[in-house]
């Protein structure tokens, strides 16, 4: 902090170093200091004094060429005069010069030189006037009588403050003429006398108040200043300070008195350097500046060092100025300087640091201080790339939580999450937030792929802990993303690249798992990239439609109501599969926009329909976290007159995820509307039965994860179907098993005990045309039509996989697999027979042989059974991301 100017001003080299309590002013009386200025004033005098004796000289010399003879005619008085006015004038100016004279008093100096300047006026007035008198001359007298009032005058002028000198001098000009002239000219010389006095002291009146003027206005500056001085270390807006030539404190502030307590006492006579801790090894400080030590040791002035203080409990930091204090011959007495506290500062400027490299919410590394901390890591000693993995994760159903629960408690789950991940990591990396609900974690020195896959299970376990949020339990998931250097690449960049990308995969693989990163994957995550974008096109271009597919009662086998299904027409790759749209719509924030069109369509199009026909509408959890959704639903009901009842809306449990008053208040909302409420996929959530108490379901809709395969020997799903059904009947729910596709699954659901099905065993989703027509066949009845029996589960895929046969490698797609073989397509016209080597991933193989093919088209026979729930609950993530399964919606 900068002194003011006129405090800075100050020059510490004019002051005697008698502390800081008289600030920088003289602290001697006031007679002293009027002692010095008489002293110096008669110093300056008796300077000056030769040119009242050079006048005297030159009126003698005018006097003797006035004589008409050319000889002054002078008596021995006036010559005796003469020589006693050239002498006293003459130790008038020695006295300028001889110490014993300074040594004086100052009013003894003043006495003597009142006798002395009254004794010069005499003498010389008197030499004139003898001389005139014996010359008998009354112009000589005259001219004497003008020349002494032109003396006193000069007198007068030389004297300067000291007018008593002056007006000694007058006295004695006086004394002399009055007993020499008569009356009459006594009185004109007194009068010239007078008048010349009068201009002559008027001149020095004025001198004077400009003088006065000059002290009153410097004693101002002096009374300011101080005033401002003690203002200022009063305020501890800093701190003053004083050495001796050894550089012992004699004088510090009251205010690092206050701070330090007890040990102020024990401050004085230490060195100023024992309160300042020293710096590392050098005397270069670190700011580049030479250190308080060496410019004490140099006498050299210093500004601004910054230093830490040594002599509090906490760490405080100072900033110092201060200079040399030296006397008028040069002597070195010591150092006079200042101080204020940076404490404050730097505190604010590690806060500054901390926000730029930190993350303020979770104290986490950020994004930029992550970065940095990679490179720094890939570099080796030597140059070369040092092996590193690259963790990203991203929370899986975070935005949830934000949209029902609202912001603040999204980030106090992100405090949490911060510290169960940093809990796993521990010293063996360094973990960072990227920003949202994203998360970073650097593994230096770590590429052993299993023991960063144990470190990611565990990772995943802990996150996926259920949290508990202002009362409220909140369940949410983590994907997590590898890449591993220099394998996966070199930079920072092509690792980070790469590790989002085997995000994305984990993401896809079903979320909750981490994948590896593997080169197939840039192809993938070009092809999202373009869906996307041809998807928001499709939006403004209305290439979606609606299919519906029936749902039909199992006691009378007539057609209760249809479920409204999304479908998108590509003008190039042709039908593309909601399972595989829907994902992108979700991460682009498209789900919305296509939901609402959904809704909106469905209630336009089904209400000519039979008044008995109830449409479904799949809600999604972003539009059920929408607090206008309930609006929207009443405005689409309006817009297309369809009756409330007729509408049903099947909401995941994935909206139970975080119970709270949000979600409760959104099902009274909806119900008041009179809309029903079916709840989709039950059993395959992550809530608790809990939410059944108070949630007014009118349906439970069973996942066909349950219903396929139910017919088969050695399986639970028939006793977990009849679950369902008894706790529907006693919540007064109706339930409705999807899925269906043949006729002994049929079979075993209506004797379960469900009151409706839908699946391909009575139709596939139609058009808007052909349901209606089915209505109207046999007034609503619909036969089955299918398989007998079921058949050995086969997933529906479309993944790169590698086919091996004779050492040449081919990248084909496989569109689905059984337990004993699959469909590949991209090799063409394969011999029956052919024995071939299938690569689902590098550490993933098997034989089989060729069925039949078909064009690119071409079946095969595994040489054995393959378990498909382990292969896709695989903790492999490799494997998850080749085999996982879709679901068609």
């Not at 004796?53 to 030159?58: D, G």
């Not at 203080?309 to 204090?325: A, D, H, K, L, T």
């Not at 999450?417 to 998360?439: C, H, M, N, T, Y």
């Not at 609006?631 to 009842?645: F, G, K, P, Q």
Request: net charge neutral; aromatic share 8%; proline share 4%.
């Amino acid at each position: 902090m900068n002194l003011p100017r006129n405090i800075a001003n100050i020059d510490s080299a004019s002051v005697e170093p008698i502390g800081w309590s008289d600030l920088g002013l003289s602290a001697r009386p006031q007679h002293d200091d009027i002692a010095d200025r008489i002293t110096l004033d008669l110093r300056v005098l008796c300077g000056f004094w030769p040119m009242v004796l050079i006048v005297k000289l030159a009126a003698l010399l005018f006097y003797n060429l006035a004589e008409t003879d050319g000889l002054m005619t002078m008596s021995s008085t006036a010559v005796a005069l003469a020589c006693v006015t050239v002498l006293t004038d003459l130790s008038v100016w020695i006295l300028a010069k001889v110490k014993w004279f300074g040594r004086l008093p100052s009013h003894w100096q003043l006495r003597l030189m009142l006798f002395v300047a009254c004794l010069s006026a005499i003498s010389f007035a008197g030499t004139l006037m003898a001389a005139a008198h014996i010359a008998s001359s009354p112009l000589l007298a005259a001219y004497c009588v003008v020349y002494q009032c032109l003396t006193t005058m000069i007198v007068t002028i030389i004297a300067g403050k000291q007018r008593i000198v002056a007006l000694a001098f007058s006295s004695g000009v006086a004394i002399t003429l009055f007993p020499l002239l008569p009356f009459a000219a006594f009185a004109v010389a007194l009068s010239l006398f007078v008048l010349a006095t009068f201009f002559a002291t008027l001149q020095h009146i004025r001198h004077d108040h400009d003088e006065y003027l000059r002290v009153e206005r410097k004693r101002g500056d002096e009374k300011r200043a101080k005033l401002l001085l003690s203002e200022y270390e009063n305020a501890s807006l800093g701190w003053f300070w004083e050495t001796d030539r050894h550089g012992r404190i004699v004088y510090i502030s009251n205010t690092i008195r206050k701070l330090a307590g007890n040990t102020f006492e024990d401050l004085m006579g230490l060195p100023i350097t024992q309160l300042i801790a020293p710096y590392e090894e050098d005397s270069i400080s670190p700011s580049g500046e030479r250190t308080l030590g060496f410019h004490l040791s140099s006498r050299s002035a210093f500004k601004e060092i910054s230093v830490r203080s040594v002599i509090f409990q906490e760490e405080r930091w100072w900033s110092i100025s201060g200079n040399p204090i030296f006397t008028a011959n040069g002597q070195f007495l010591g150092f006079r300087g200042s101080g204020t506290d940076l404490t404050a500062m730097r505190q604010s400027q590690e806060k500054v640091r901390q926000l730029a490299q930190f993350d303020s919410l979770t104290g986490l590394s950020n994004r930029p201080q992550m970065l940095g901390i990679l490179e720094k890591t890939l570099v080796s000693p030597t140059g070369t790339t040092r092996p590193t993995a690259l963790f990203l994760l991203d929370l899986d159903r975070f935005k949830s939580v934000n949209d029902t629960l609202g912001h603040p408690a999204g980030d106090a789950l992100l405090k949490q999450v911060s510290k169960r991940l940093l809990g796993i990591v521990g010293s063996a990396g360094q973990a960072g937030r990227q920003g949202g609900d994203e998360f970073t974690v650097l593994f230096p020195g770590i590429y052993d792929r299993e023991r960063l896959s144990s470190i990611a299970e565990k990772v995943i376990s802990s996150i996926s802990r259920p949290y508990m949020i202002d009362d409220v339990q909140v369940t949410i998931g983590v994907s997590i993303g590898i890449a591993i250097a220099p394998e996966h690449g070199i930079t920072s960049e092509s690792l980070i690249r790469n590790a989002d990308l085997a995000l994305y995969a984990a993401k896809e693989a079903g979320r909750g798992v981490h994948s590896f990163y593997d080169k197939s994957m840039h192809a993938d995550a070009e092809d999202r990239r373009n869906l996307e974008m041809d998807l928001r096109k499709a939006l403004a271009e209305n290439q979606l439609h609606l299919v519906y597919q029936p749902q039909v009662s199992t006691v009378d086998e007539e057609i209760s109501g249809y479920e409204a299904l999304v479908r998108w027409e590509h003008p190039v790759r042709g039908s593309i599969s909601p399972a595989t749209f829907i994902p992108i719509a979700e991460e682009a924030g498209l789900i919305s926009h296509i939901g609402e069109w959904v809704l909106r369509t469905a209630c336009s199009e089904v209400s000519s329909w039979p008044q008995n026909v109830k449409i479904a509408v799949n809600v999604s959890p972003t539009q059920f976290a929408n607090p206008g959704f309930p609006s929207i639903v009443v405005n689409a009901l309006a817009t297309s007159r369809l009756a409330a009842n007729r509408l049903e809306l099947e909401i995941t449990e994935s909206v139970f995820l975080i119970e709270g008053d949000e979600t409760d208040r959104m099902f009274s909302r909806l119900k008041s509307i009179g809309v029903r409420l079916s709840l989709d996929d039950f059993g395959t959530g992550y809530s608790s039965l809990s939410y059944l108490k108070k949630a007014p379901f009118d349906k439970i809709k069973i996942d066909q994860s349950f219903v396929r395969g139910a017919a088969m020997p050695d399986t639970r799903n028939a006793a977990i179907i009849k679950s369902i059904v008894s706790l529907a009947e006693a919540l007064d729910m109706e339930t409705i098993a999807e899925g269906a596709e043949t006729h002994d699954e049929l079979d075993l659901i209506k004797t379960l005990g469900c009151s409706h099905v839908q699946g391909y065993i009575y139709s596939k989703p139609l058009v808007a045309k052909e349901a209606v027509a089915l209505l109207h066949n046999e007034f609503g009845t619909i036969t089955p039509s299918g398989m007998n029996k079921t058949r050995m589960p086969r997933r529906k895929m479309l993944r790169s996989i590698v086919v091996i046969h004779d050492d040449h490698r081919y990248t084909v797609q496989i569109r689905n697999i059984g337990v004993r073989g699959a469909m590949l397509v991209g090799l063409w016209h394969v011999p029956e027979g052919t024995e071939l080597t299938i690569e689902l991933s590098p550490d993933y193989r098997f034989k089989a042989v060729a069925r039949w093919s078909h064009d690119d088209r071409t079946g095969v026979h595994f040489d054995r059974d393959i378990d498909l729930d382990n292969l896709v609950h695989s903790k492999n993530p490799e494997m998850q991301r080749r085999v996982g399964s879709t679901r068609a919606a």
